[in-house]
């Protein structure tokens, strides 16, 4: 399989710069054969993609694509952390958090937007254990947060 840079490349994706902490910790750290992120959130160039209560103010698909762009994130974090996005070897584990409307139960097809994005870019190394949790809000309004850990080459 080809290396994770390219596949992002045959995507049409980019690895963003990684984004900085909103508060008092690192982004990603490496231990071991294991890069864990802290928790990401779906910026896109400086803005967040989705605000909000998800099943109120947020659709779906909206969140679905903030998790795919947390992801983004996670990978970017592990990257900068690892030494380049070619040394991420899989994915491990996914926690998603949604922030969620009372009545909105569908957390797991929100994070499928991460989960997605990776297995498109790790094929069978992609696939990985996962929470897709619902809260009553999350850091900056934001719809999801995604955090990640990786195996390392």
Known sequence: MAAVSERLKALGLELPEPPAPVALYRPARVVGSLCFTAGQLPF???RLLAEG????????ATAWEGARQAALNAMAAAAAAAGGVDRLAGVVQVVGYVQSAEDFHQQAEVLNGASSLFVELFGDAGGHVRSAVGVAALPLNAAVEVECIFALE
Do not use: N
Not at 53 to 60: K, N
């Open 44 to 46: 896109r160039a400086g």
């Open 53 to 60: 209560r998800v099943g109120r103010e947020v659709d779906v």
